[in-house]
C-alpha cells in the first residue's frame, strides 16, 4: 500500500485535493471516477525521515485504535465536525499506516461518503464489528455514544486478551527454559561424562546407560529431529488454516484440563459482550448473530452460533438453540432465556459477561499459580534425572574402591 495525493475538479467545477492509501496510482484513478471527479493529477507521496524505517509500519495496535474511537467519540459529542476531528486526530497519530489511513478517512468524509463507508475501505484496520455499529450509530443519529461504546468494548475486550495472554507466556517461557536446559544438559555435559565412563571401563547401569544413549542420539542426528520438528509444526499449522482442521484444533482445545475451561469462559464472555454490545446499539439480531460467529474466536462455537442465527431466522429464540448446541454453559442460556422473555436481553448478556470475566480473572490466578509448582516439579525432576544417571557410576566406583 501507498499513499497518493490527487487534485481534482467536482461536478461544481471547484478544486479540490486529498490523499488516497492504495495498492497503485491506477486504483487511485479508478476510485475517482467512481466519485465522479475530474482527475488533473495523481501522485505517488514519498514518506522520508525516521517514517521509513517504522517497524510493522502497516499495521494498527488495538491501543491505537482504542484512542482513535474515544477521542473520536468526545469530538462528536464536543460537536466538532467530523473533518476537523480527522484533521486533529491525523496530527496526534504516531503510526504512519494509520495516519495515512485517517487522512484518506478525511477525504471520504470531504467528498460526501459517511463515515462507515469510508471506514469499509479498510477492513483490516476496522473490523465488521466496528463499521456495522458506526453505521447504526450514523442511522440512529447517536454516533458519539456508538464511537464511545465502541470504545469501551475495545478496551475491555483487549483486557481480556491480555490476561489470557499472561497465563499462556509464563509456562511457555518456563518450559522453553527447561528444553534449552536439558538440551545443553545433554548435548554438553553428558558427552564429557561419557569419555570418563568409558576410560574407567565396567558395566554402567540402567538410567546411565538410557541417558547415554539419548545424548548420543541428538549428538548425531539433532539437524534430523529439529527438521522433523518443523515440519510437523508446518503440516499442523497448514492443518489449522482449513476449516476441519480449525474446528478440530478448537474442539480439543475445549476440552484440554484446566485450559479448555479458561478457554470457554473467554469465548463466552467475548459473545456476551459482543451481542450485548452490538444489540444495544441498534444493529438488527440476525446481522449480530453474523458478527458474534466470526469474532468469538473458537470454531466450535462460531458453529453453534450460526446454528442460532439460521433458527432465529426461522423465528425461534435464541436461547433454544444455544441449549441444543451443548457448547454454551446452562446458566448462560438460562439467563438469555430469561432476558428475552422480560425485553431485557443485553441487561442479561452483558451480566454474563461481566460474570465471566470475573471468572477469567479467578482461573488465570490458579492457573498461575497451579502451574509455578508443577512446572518446577517437572524440571527438577529432569534435571534431578541427569544428575542421578551421570553419578550412578561414579558412586559404584567409589563403593568399590572402599570395599
Known amino acids: ?27 487511485v484513478i479508478e476510485e475517482l471516477r467512481k466519485r465522479k471527479l475530474i482527475i488533473i493529477s495523481v501522485s505517488e ?17 488495538a491501543d491505537d485504535l482504542v484512542i482513535f474511537a474515544r477521542q473520536l467519540a468526545t469530538m462528536v459529542d464536543a460537536g466538532i465536525p ?26 471520504e468524509i470531504e467528498v460526501g461518503n459517511s463515515l462507515s463507508i469510508a471506514f469499509s475501505k479498510y477492513p483490516k484496520v476496522f473490523d465488521t464489528l466496528f463499521i456495522s455499529m458506526v453505521k447504526a450509530g450514523e442511522t440512529g443519529g447517536m454516533l458519539s455514544a456508538i464511537l464511545d461504546r465502541v470504545a469501551g468494548y475495545m478496551e475491555k475486550s483487549l483486557k481480556l486478551k491480555r490476561k489470557v495472554q499472561a497465563a499462556m507466556v509464563y509456562p511457555m517461557v518456563v518450559i522453553s527454559m527447561a528444553i534449552v536446559i536439558t538440551l545443553v544438559l545433554l548435548m554438553k555435559v553428558v558427552p564429557t561424562f561419557t569419555g570418563i565412563f568409558a576410560s574407567l571401563g565396567g558395566e554402567l547401569p540402567g538410567p546411565t546407560k538410557f541417558l547415554i544413549g539419548v545424548s548420543d542420539a541428538l549428538q548425531h542426528y539433532f539437524i534430523y529431529y529439529l527438521g522433523g520438528a518443523i515440519l510437523l509444526y508446518t503440516g499442523f499449522v497448514f492443518y489449522g488454516k482449513t476449516e476441519n482442521g480449525r474446528y478440530q484444533i478448537d474442539r480439543i482445545k475445549l476440552k484440554v484440563p484446566v485450559f479448555g475451561d479458561l478457554l470457554t469462559k473467554v469465548s463466552v464472555s467475548r459473545f456476551s459482550r459482543t451481542l450485548a454490545t452490538l444489540t444495544q446499539s441498534g444493529v438488527p439480531i440476525l446481522a449480530s448473530l453474523d458478527i458474534v460467529g466470526k469474532t468469538c474466536g473458537n470454531k466450535v462455537l462460531e458453529i453453534a452460533v450460526n446454528n442460532v442465527r439460521n433458527n432465529v431466522r426461522e423465528g425461534e429464540s435464541i436461547a433454544a438453540p444455544l441449549v441444543k448446541s451443548n457448547v454454551f454453559p446452562p446458566m448462560v442460556t438460562r439467563m438469555i432465556s430469561v432476558g428475552e422473555k422480560t425485553g431485557e436481553m443485553e441487561k442479561m448478556l452483558v451480566k454474563v459477561a461481566d460474570f465471566y470475566d470475573d471468572q477469567v480473572d479467578a482461573a488465570v490466578s490458579g492457573l498461575t499459580s497451579m502451574i509455578e509448582p508443577l512446572i518446577i516439579g517437572f524440571l527438577g525432576g529432569i534435571v534431578g534425572f541427569i544428575v542421578v544417571a551421570l553419578f550412578l557410576p561414579i558412586i559404584k566406583i567409589s563403593t568399590m574402591i572402599q570395599a
Request: cysteine-free.
Open 82 to 107: 467530523l473533518l476537523q476531528g480527522m484533521d486533529a486526530l491525523q496530527e496526534q497519530m504516531t503510526n504512519p499506516y494509520f495516519k495515512s489511513v485517517i487522512a484518506s478517512i478525511r477525504d
Open 1 to 27: 500500500m501507498a499513499t497518493f495525493k490527487y487534485v481534482a475538479k467536482d461536478q461544481s467545477a471547484q478544486t479540490i485535493s486529498g490523499k488516497i492509501v492504495a495498492d497503485n496510482q491506477n486504483d
Open 45 to 61: 507521496v514519498r514518506e522520508t525521515g525516521f517514517k521509513d524505517l517504522s517497524f510493522g509500519g502497516k499495521s494498527v495496535k
